[in-house]
């Protein structure tokens, strides 16, 4: 299996340092981390899409409040469809997506992508059906996924991984962890590679000082946005506390999140 770790979108919001850490300006920094997996049987895959053509041509689909709260940059450039393209490879040939939850900045390029199957909590799915208050309705973007019909949904059941409850999707070596907290559904996307294990943790956390020491750190901007997001504060902290302990406990474990760029350089220069 070959790993690409590619930035499918980029936020700015105001506060630099604040919100990412490292900023020396105004605005500050945010990824969208999502993931192309070749792989010899199933085919291509990707772990999240980040934003789509359709968000970049009209953003005026995503909510005003988002568009302005995180400065959102509406580059084609990168789209995952645009960066397979760069790559070679053709986004017809996308087999699979595994989303960790349905949140605008997630879920924007499944249109791209039209052949196929995308794997996500059952909870998740059920959650958007009928949105409801003002939050669900500027976070949850139905435009999205308006007309996809080929959804593989899953409940919490499986096996253990690493102390955490697992669930094996159809695509070889790659799990789905349900960490439910963000959002009604979300959940991890581990990856088995030829040299361990990969855990996509989603937006469990948002930090990196909050996972791989004793101590939680977090900067304030990405605290507040943090408590701001989640449907279920306590069982978010819960799972973010496991998740830093595990990756005290498995330091061999490669865990990232979605939005920390300074995660993302890790892996950027060359592929996993």
């Known amino acids: 299996m070959k790993i690409h770790h590619l930035d499918c979108g980029c936020m700015c919001p105001f506060g630099g340092a604040l919100f990412d850490g490292f ?25 999240d899409t980040g934003f789509g053509e359709q968000d970049v041509r009209d953003p005026s689909r995503l909510s005003r ?38 949140d605008f900045d997630h879920a924007g390029g499944l249109a791209d992508f039209p052949n196929a199957t995308i794997h996500l909590m059952q909870d998740e799915h059920g959650a958007v059906q009928h949105l ?8 949850f973007v139905p435009a999205q996924w308006r007309g996809i019909d080929r959804w593989q949904l899953y409940r919490e059941e499986g096996d ?23 959002t009604a ?12 294990w990969l855990l996509h943790a989603g937006d469990a956390y948002f930090f990196r000082h909050e996972i791989g020491q004793t101590t939680r ?29 595990l990756s005290l406990e498995q330091p061999q474990l490669e865990i990232f999140c979605s939005h920390d760029a300074r995660e993302l350089a890790r892996y950027s220069a060359t592929d996993a």
């Open 65 to 102: 409040m988002f568009r302005l709260l995180n400065n959102i940059q509406f580059d084609p450039a990168l789209t995952a469809v645009a960066q397979l393209r760069k790559l070679g490879l053709a986004p017809a040939d996308v087999r699979h997506i595994l989303l960790t939850h349905l």
């Open 23 to 47: 900023s020396a300006g105004l605005r500050a920094h945010l990824c969208c981390h999502c993931l192309l997996l070749e792989t010899e049987r199933d085919g291509l895959v990707l772990v």
């Open 185 to 196: 559904g979300h959940a991890g996307i581990a990856i088995r590679s030829e040299s361990g």
């Open 132 to 139: 409801k208050g003002f939050l669900p309705r500027r976070r």
């Open 217 to 245: 750190q977090c900067t304030p901007g990405l605290r507040l946005y943090q408590r701001l997001m989640d449907t279920d504060h306590d069982r978010r902290r819960l799972n973010q506390h496991r998740l830093r302990t």
């Open 160 to 182: 253990e991984w690493f102390g955490f409850q697992s669930i094996r999707s159809v695509v070889d070596d790659v799990l789905l962890i349900p960490l439910r907290g963000h």
